[in-house]
Every structure is written in C-alpha cells, then in structure tokens.
C-alpha cells in the first residue's frame, strides 16, 4: 500500500479522535467517492440541504449526486437576483443540513476558518440542523498559526482568482492584510468545540481537495 495513504489513515484516526473529544462526528474515506458516499448516508432523503462555495464538494461530485437525489435544495446558483441570493443565505439556517468545507483541521481538532460574506461561517456557527464539513488531508495542519498560515498563502490567494475579484493577493498571488472592498478575509472562525453533539460531521478523504 502507498506509504502516503497509510499515514493519511493514521493522521485522520489521530484528528477523528481529537473531534469526538470535542463533540464533532468524525469520519475517514481514502477516496473522494467513498467520502460522496458517507456524505449520503448521513442524510435522510427528503430533507432540506444547502451549501457554502466549496470547490471540494463540487468536485467530488457531491452536489451533482444530491440535485439528481430526493432532497429539497436551496441553491442560491439558480437565483436571477441579489435579493433572491440574499433570501436563500437566510433560509440555509433553516435547513436540517449544512455542506461545506474547511479552510484548516488542526491535528487537535479545531476548524479554522477565514470567510467574506460571513454565510458560511454563519452557518458553521449556528442555525442549520446538521453541518457536513467534506475536507481533504491537505487542509490538516499542525496548529492555529499554522491553518492560518495556509489559508493566507494556499487558500485566499487562489480563491480570490477564481472568484474574479479585486484584491492585492489576486494580483500578487500572497496575503497583503488588505482592507479593500471585496476582501474575502473578513472573518476568522475557530471552532474549537461543538456546543450540540453530533451536529458538526467532518469527513476526511484521502486526496489532496479543494483550496
């Protein structure tokens, strides 16, 4: 077996371990599909799902697999209007479950977070029923600085390309602390514990995913 796989699955058993102790569900899949899989299974059909803007979870799939499922969606890419965008970021904190990635996992399993809008965040925070986060064992580092060191320099940056907007970093191509108007580093979150058992689920997968 791949030397590379073996020490993802003891990296993520040492993290799982570190998220139940702080009341969030766990979970390893070596691959993006097994990861598609436990992410189904862990909600019921019928239900009412949402999500953030996580490159990971719509290129492994997921959101291809729930649109064509029995689940009622509220997804604000079929909006024709600001303010239909902005009615379904409100309704996603009534949604029984909440998909997303994390921009870090701390080996001691903490999720760091750094957001523009806040609507992620927020709803990491409080509100949806269930938060499914799906994250590859790249974003797994070993502490706070250090999952804020990677989101500035291997997250924000390229996310700021891909979005099309104004920002230093999208021109240099690393964090400047900036203050300009479509900073998308408005927000840092450390979730260091889930007030609600059982509400976070964070699925590991075994491949390198996402921002």
Not at 170 to 199: E, F, P, W
């Amino acid at each position: 077996m791949d030397p590379k796989k073996i020490n993802y699955e003891h990296l993520a058993s040492t993290v799982i371990k570190a998220l139940n102790k702080r009341k969030m569900d766990g979970y390893y899949c070596p691959t993006s599909e097994e990861a598609v899989n436990q992410a189904l299974e862990l909600m019921n059909e019928g239900s009412v799902v949402t999500w953030g803007g996580s490159m990971t979870i719509r290129d492994i799939g997921l959101l291809d697999k729930i649109k064509k499922s029995n689940y009622k969606t509220l997804d604000r890419s079929t909006a024709s209007t600001p303010e239909e965008v902005e009615q379904i970021y409100y309704h996603a904190f009534a949604s029984d479950y909440y998909l997303m990635s994390s921009n870090a996992i701390t080996l001691d399993g903490k999720l760091v977070n750094i957001d523009g809008n806040g609507n992620r965040v927020a709803c990491l925070i409080y509100g949806p029923k269930n938060v499914i986060i799906i994250a590859g064992m790249n974003k797994v580092v070993s502490n706070e600085e250090m999952a804020i060191h990677r989101i500035k320099t291997e997250a924000c940056p390229p996310n700021s390309v891909r979005l099309n907007i104004n920002t230093p970093c999208a021109k240099s191509g690393y964090c400047q602390n900036c203050l300009s108007d479509d900073c998308i580093c408005c927000q840092t979150v450390i979730t260091r514990m889930s007030r609600k058992q059982h509400r976070i689920k964070v699925i590991l997968v075994g491949e390198s995913l996402g921002y």
